[in-house]
C-alpha cells in the first residue's frame, strides 16, 4: 500500500518528512487551526499513525498509533466521507489517544481522507479552525482540494508503476518517478502551490 | 474517483428556499395530509451504516443489530450485539427518532468491524437489508468504486419494486459516487437553513432533496451528542419523514412516497396545469 510507501519513506528521508510537515502546516495556516496531523493507514496492523503533526500535540503524537476501527479518523478512512465536527464542547471523548497524549480537546474538527485509486491512505485532519470557516461545507471542499493535492504529491513522493503497484522508491525502476531531490521539490510544489489560491478562495 | 459534472449540485450553498421555487403541477399534497400526526409506528426502519449505540438516549430501543462480516472469502450478515464503534450510525438512528419518534429501528452495520469498510460490505449489508423487507432503509454511505455500480443499480431497483425505501446520502464532496446517484432511491443532499423540519427539492437533480445538514446536534458515543455537518444527516431526516408518512399510508409504493416528498417540499408550489 501507498500508505506503507510513504511512512517508510518519512521514516528514513529527512525530505519525505518535509513533504509531510509542509502538508500539516500549510493546512494549518491556511484554517488558521490549533494544529492539523496527517495520518497514514497501516494495513497490516490495522492502525492509523500520526506521521506529521502541526502546532498542539506537535511534539508528542508523531508516531503515536491508534486502531483505525475508531475515531474520527477511523471513520473517514473506512468511509471515505470527509466530516466537519462542529462542536465537541461538552467534552465528548471524540479521539481520546489526542486527549490522553496532549491533554488537548478541541471544540472543533474537520477531518478529510487521502484518497489514492478510490482508497483512504490517510486522514488529514483540522483542529480547531478558526470560527468563520467552521460548519461551512464551502471550506470543506477546500480542504478535501487540498487533501487531493497532498495525497498526489504523496504518490510523487513514492513512485508507482504502470501496473498501480506502489513501489517503494529504493527498488523503482529507471525512468521511473523517483525519489530524489528533484522529485521531492516537485512534491514540495505540488503541496504548497495550493496555499495562495485557498488563501484567494477563503478571502472572496 | 470521478470529479463531479459541470453544474452539478451536491447541497445548497449561497441559496435559499427562496431561490429554487419548483412550479408543479398535480393536486396540493400539504404535509398536514402527508405525515400530519404521524409517528412512524409500525413502520421498519433500518440503519446500514457503522453500528448504533445501545441504549442512548437520543435513540431509544433498537429492534435488531447485525453486522457484515467476512471470512475472508464470502461475507454474509449475522445477528450481533449492538455497538457502534465510530457514531456516525448512532448520529443517524437519533435523527430517524427525533422524527418518526415510533418507528421501529434496526441497524445493520457495514463499517467498523476491526476498522474494516468496503464496498462489498456495504453491498452485502444493504442487499440483505433489502431483502428483509424493511420498510425503509437508511444509507448515509456510497461507494466511489465504479465496479460495484451494477450490482448497486440492481439492487436498489429490487428495493423499489419491493417497497423498500432507501434513502442515501450524496457524498460530502462534489464527487461520484453510489447508489444515491440512482433514480429509484431518494437522494439527500444538505442545506444550510437553521430551520431543523425545513426539507426542500432540487430543481436540478441528482441530488433530489435536501434537508438540515449543516450545525446539526447528533447522538454520539457515550450516551452524548456533538454538533456535526453533512449530508450524512441530512439523510436520516428524509428516512424519518419517509417513515411517518408511511406509518399513515401504508400502501404507498415507491413512486407515490417521492412524489409525496416533492409535492409536500416547502419549496415545490403546486398549481393547476398550463404551460411551464
Not at chain 1, 518519512?10 to 492539523?36: C, K, T, Y
Not at chain 2, 459534472?5 to 403541477?25: E, Q, S
Not at chain 2, 436540478?204 to 454538533?227: C, D, K, S
Request: aromatic share 6%.
Amino acid at each position: 500500500m501507498i500508505g506503507d510507501d510513504v511512512r517508510a519513506a518519512s521514516a528514513q528521508d529527512p525530505l519525505a518528512r518535509e513533504l509531510l510537515q509542509s502538508v500539516v502546516d500549510v493546512a494549518r495556516a491556511i484554517f488558521g487551526a490549533q494544529a492539523s496531523s496527517v495520518f497514514l493507514l497501516d494495513e497490516d496492523a490495522g492502525e492509523l499513525v500520526f506521521q506529521a503533526v502541526s502546532g498542539r500535540g506537535e511534539r508528542e503524537l508523531v508516531g503515536r498509533r491508534f486502531p483505525r476501527g475508531r475515531g474520527v479518523a477511523g471513520w473517514v478512512a473506512a468511509s471515505g466521507e470527509p466530516m466537519i465536527l462542529d462542536d465537541l464542547s461538552d467534552g465528548t471523548p471524540f479521539d481520546r489517544e489526542i486527549a490522553e497524549c496532549t491533554a488537548y480537546v478541541p471544540a472543533s474538527l474537520m477531518a478529510v481522507p487521502l484518497i489514492h485509486r478510490e482508497r483512504a491512505i490517510g486522514v488529514l485532519e483540522v483542529l480547531d479552525p478558526v470560527p468563520q470557516v467552521r460548519s461551512s461545507l464551502n471550506e470543506l471542499d477546500l480542504l478535501m482540494l487540498f487533501a487531493r493535492q497532498a495525497a498526489t504529491a504523496l504518490r510523487v513522493l513514492v513512485g508507482s508503476n504502470e501496473r498501480g503497484e506502489p513501489r517503494r522508491l529504493a527498488t523503482a525502476a529507471p525512468g521511473e518517478i523517483q525519489l530524489g531531490p528533484a522529485g521531492l521539490a516537485t512534491a514540495l510544489h505540488l503541496v504548497e502551490s495550493l496555499h495562495e489560491l485557498l488563501e484567494t478562495s477563503l478571502s472572496t | 474517483m470521478t470529479e463531479s459534472g459541470a453544474g452539478l449540485t451536491w447541497r445548497l450553498l449561497n441559496r435559499h428556499p427562496d431561490d429554487i421555487v419548483v412550479a408543479a403541477d398535480g393536486e396540493p399534497v400539504p404535509p398536514a395530509w402527508a405525515w400530519g400526526g404521524a409517528s412512524g409506528q409500525g413502520v421498519r426502519v433500518c440503519v446500514v451504516d457503522s453500528g448504533v449505540e445501545p441504549g442512548h438516549p437520543r435513540v431509544g430501543p433498537v429492534d435488531g443489530s447485525w453486522a457484515a462480516v467476512s471470512d475472508g472469502t464470502r461475507i454474509t450478515v449475522q445477528e450481533t450485539e449492538p455497538g457502534d464503534a465510530y457514531g456516525h450510525g448512532t448520529a443517524c438512528a437519533g435523527i430517524i427518532r427525533r422524527v418518526a419518534p415510533d418507528c421501529a429501528l434496526y441497524s445493520v452495520r457495514v463499517l467498523g468491524e476491526h476498522g474494516s469498510g468496503n464496498g462489498d460490505m456495504l453491498l452485502a449489508g444493504l442487499r440483505w437489508a433489502v431483502r428483509q423487507n424493511f420498510d425503509v432503509v437508511n444509507l448515509s454511505l456510497s461507494t466511489t468504486r465504479l465496479r460495484f455500480l451494477a450490482d448497486l443499480h440492481a439492487i436498489t431497483d429490487e428495493a423499489y419494486f419491493r417497497r423498500t425505501l432507501i434513502v442515501a446520502s450524496a457524498h460530502n464532496s462534489p464527487i461520484e459516487s453510489y447508489p444515491w446517484r440512482f433514480a429509484s432511491v431518494i437522494s439527500v443532499g444538505s442545506h444550510q437553513e437553521d430551520d431543523p423540519d425545513l426539507y426542500l427539492y432540487n430543481p436540478r437533480p441528482p441530488v433530489e432533496f435536501f434537508a438540515p445538514g449543516r450545525n446539526v446536534e447528533v447522538a454520539w458515543l457515550g450516551g452524548r451528542t456533538i454538533r456535526s455537518t453533512g449530508n450524512s444527516f441530512a439523510t436520516p431526516f428524509v428516512a424519518g419523514v419517509c417513515a411517518r408518512i408511511l406509518s399513515k399510508h401504508r400502501r404507498m409504493t415507491a413512486f407515490q412516497l417521492k412524489n409525496a416528498l416533492y409535492l409536500s417540499a416547502a419549496n415545490v408550489r403546486v398549481g393547476t396545469g398550463g404551460p411551464s
